[in-house]
């Protein structure tokens, strides 16, 4: 192998551990991680926002062509929310804008996230996941007080 062959290449390996232990580094410690399967919470067919204490809540969204339910939630500023997920047909995206909230409504499923919304403002929620005639306008949000 010619020697730059070999430079190149051990800087490649190199760079990609690099990448993979950053990302191994965000999940594990940082607790920054993708969706796990949730099976203790079965799938729903109506979505709901449930206080549990002042600056806690749980919203059960339910995707559909070509709504969200609940749509526009308003809730307090410092707010942890449980986000559920699920869809009542076929499948939907997820995604809250400006967040890295960023699930997939799958029928027969349910998708979780935690997030604290920590920043007043509107949080817009749209389908990024191509659903059909009305996709394009498949959206709600969050407006954090
Ligand atoms: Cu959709």
């Excluded at 996709?135 to 969050?142: E, G, S």
Aim: with cysteine.
């Amino acid at each position: 192998m010619d020697k730059a062959e070999k430079t190149a290449l051990v800087l490649a390996v190199g760079f990609l551990g690099f990448f993979a232990s950053l990302l191994v580094y965000a999940a594990k410690v940082l607790n920054i991680d993708v969706p796990t399967c949730i099976t203790d919470v079965k799938p729903f067919t109506e979505g709901k926002v449930i206080q549990h204490a002042p600056n806690r809540y749980e919203i059960h969204y339910l995707a559909k062509m070509w709504y969200f339910e609940p749509a526009d939630v308003e809730i307090p500023a410092g707010s942890v929310v449980d986000i559920y997920l699920t869809s009542g047909d076929v499948i939907h995206g997820f995604q809250i804008d400006g967040t890295n909230v960023n699930l997939m409504a799958i029928p027969g499923t349910v998708a979780y996230a935690r997030y604290k919304f920590d920043k007043p403002g509107v949080y817009h929620i749209v389908c990024h996941e191509y659903c059909g005639i009305g996709h394009q306008d498949m959206a709600t949000k969050i407006v954090v007080k």
